[in-house]
């Protein structure tokens, strides 16, 4: 189990992370998503208690990393698969991190087999490619046979064998009942990996839900074009309608990407027949079905304008709201 709460982390004058709340539970997949510099790494760092909070919590299993009495028998981390020195072996990698946490040699062998590097366990480092390297990275994760597991971008630069490997992998994992966080920036790769996603941008939660979830909440709807969005949301969400900026193009004002929106909850005709009696011009109306990727880059398209209020943090749905 992995629990945040309120967790702020301040570098100077940036706020990488910003009163975030979220739980991970075992048996499940959780994908942690959100753009460039959304803070994925600094909450897995903070976690891993490789850099301090500056307020608020990170545990696992209930409890600060730096309390916890064998840490690599409690969680498995692979944040950078770059940071084995080249000139070690493989198995002499392992070798050094199990006798230093009083983990049984004999693990170093079932993972080096269940990472598929059995046959490159006497070879150096140097000379492994990413995708080998990020093997290694998984193998040391699991070495302690723990029951939280996380990994940062664990598919960044991996072939498409790569990527499948590592996404039967995580499955494979929870279903031990695990428990189980990958951060990436890809939808698309979560959507076939996750059963449940945190996104955050700008260190702030965004949505706390499941994969089904999102796609029900996206999966159908309308996609209307207008010159004036910001009129015609405010008419269809006095209707009961929910209206979000449909991906698609440079945002112009700010706010709404090229004035098309994707709105749920109206049929065609509603939404005709309320903005013909509001005088509000449609260039396009178009019944709708969204695909999990555009979900996410909506919910996640001009950060600012998706500020989860912090002192009401969605913590089971997508509940994020324009601002304006
Ligand atoms: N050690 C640090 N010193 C100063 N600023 C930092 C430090 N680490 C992270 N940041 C800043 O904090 C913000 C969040 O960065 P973080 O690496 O956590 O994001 P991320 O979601 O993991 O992004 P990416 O997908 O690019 O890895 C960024 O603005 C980043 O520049």
Redesign the pocket.
Known sequence: MIEVRELTKR??A?T??DRLSFAVRPGTVTGFL??????????MRVLLGLDAATSGEALVNGGRYAALRRPMREVGALLDAGAVHGGRRAFDHLGWLARGNGIPARRVTEVLEQVGLAGVARKRVAGFSLGMRQRLGIAAALLGDPGVLMF??PVNGLDPDGVRWIRELMRALAAEGRTVLI?S?LMSEMELTADRLIV?GR?RLIADTSVRELAQRFGRGVLVRTPRPAELTEVLEAAGGSVEPAPGGPATDGRLADGRLAVGGLDVEAIGDMAAAKGIPLHEVTPHSASLEEAYMALTSGNAEFTADAKTQPTTEATARRTS
Do not use: F, L, M, W
């Open positions: 570098y100077g940036t990488a992370v959100g753009p460039n510099g959304a803070g994925k790494s600094t909450t940062d971008e951060s920036h955050i260190g």
